[in-house]
């Protein structure tokens, strides 16, 4: 029902800044909370940012006030700034929708995220 990819993942060096984007297909984007998650090799998936149908949203406590999730519903774009990158924030970066929820859950779970991008590696060096 939904089709995810996302983009503007590479490297870069602590402190730099990248913006990664989702650009999502086949279903009513607008309508449902979508969000960000990461897996580093060896750990478990955990999340980055949600962003609900209104635009509100929840970050991770390592991320808030270095990364902002916001969403073009005209351009059907999930996006999120990464700004003050730090190597520990190297990750495979995913895209994700919960179209059962207006509302996100708020609890940074992946549970009820059924559909996922192929994700897009970011790499920070010291």
């Known amino acids: 029902q939904v089709q995810l990819v996302e983009s503007g993942g590479g490297s870069v060096q602590s402190g730099g800044s990248l913006r990664l984007s989702c650009a999502a297909s086949?279903?009513?984007?607008?309508?449902?909370?979508m969000g960000w998650f990461r897996q580093a090799p060896g750990k478990e998936r955990e999340g980055v940012a949600v962003?609900?149908?209104?635009?509100?949203?929840g970050y991770a406590d390592s991320m808030e006030g270095r990364f902002t999730i916001s969403r073009d519903n005209a351009k059907n774009t999930l996006y999120l700034q990464m700004n003050t990158l730090k190597p520990e924030d190297t990750a495979m970066y995913y895209c994700?929708?919960?179209?059962?929820?207006?509302?996100?859950?708020?609890?940074?779970?992946?549970?009820?995220?059924?559909?996922w991008g192929q994700g897009t590696q970011v790499t920070v060096s010291s």
């Open positions: 994700a929708a919960d179209v059962t929820r207006f509302y996100c859950s708020g609890s940074g779970s992946p549970a009820g995220f059924g559909y």
């Open positions: 086949g279903y009513s984007y607008s309508s449902y909370c």
């Open positions: 962003i609900d149908a209104n635009g509100g949203t």
